[in-house]
Each structure stands twice: as C-alpha cells, then as structure tokens.
C-alpha cells in the first residue's frame, strides 16, 4: 500500500512564500507521476501542477511563474515552491501520485494553506 504524507502548509501573508513536501512510501514504481492539487471551500479540486519521473512538468495557469514542482525519484520526495502567495491560493493542497506500471492512484491527506494579512 502506497502511503503519502504533505507537509509544510501553514499562515502567510499576501506575497510571502511555503514550500510544500510529500513522502511517498510503499512499494512504487518507476513509472510514474505526482503532482499537487488544491480544493478551495466549494470549489472543485484542481490540479496545480505535476511532474514525471521523467522530471517534465506541468502547471495551472493561475500559478505559473510563481510556482516551482520538483522531486527526488530516490527518496520519493515531492515539492512545491509557492512564491508571491495571493490570497485565492489560499486551499486545502493534495499530494498525489499515479502509478503507470500498476495503474494506481493515491492521495495524501491534505495541508491547509491560508493567505491572508
């Protein structure tokens, strides 16, 4: 059973700055993509950006420039670097994972992210 855990949300103001971190654990394969999602109180859940093992990446329009994905395929490891914070990013954001191989795909429990003075 794959197991992801977020970290990192938190308060910030307007123009500040959260790095985000997922640990992905369990029996994963090579093949595959995780990215963060976000879900704003009644909003649909949207993607925010993602990125292949690969390392190619996609993003949201809404955060492009301001947002970095990144990863560490060794460890598992997903990030989000969120620069220049506005306060409709404020959303509970979700770490997910789909498994190509297995044909799989999990999420983290989620971390609140707040943008407001």
């Known amino acids: 059973q794959v197991q992801l855990v977020e970290s990192g949300g938190g308060l910030v103001q307007p123009g500040g700055s959260l790095r985000l971190s997922c640990a992905a654990s369990?029996?994963?394969?090579?093949?595959?993509?995780m990215g963060w999602y976000r879900q704003a109180p009644g909003k649909a859940r949207e993607l925010v950006a993602n990125?292949?093992?690969?390392?190619?990446?996609n993003y949201a329009d809404s955060v492009k420039g301001r947002f970095a994905i990144s990863r560490e395929n060794a460890k598992n490891t997903l990030f989000l670097q969120m620069n220049s914070l506005k306060a409709e990013d404020t959303a509970v954001y979700y770490c997910?994972?789909?498994?190509?191989?297995?044909?799989?795909?999990?999420w983290g429990q989620g971390t609140q992210v707040t943008v407001s003075s």
């Open positions: 990125i292949n093992s690969g390392g190619s990446t």
């Open positions: 997910n994972l789909f498994d190509y191989f297995r044909r799989d795909n999990y």
């Open positions: 369990g029996i994963i394969s090579s093949f595959n993509v």
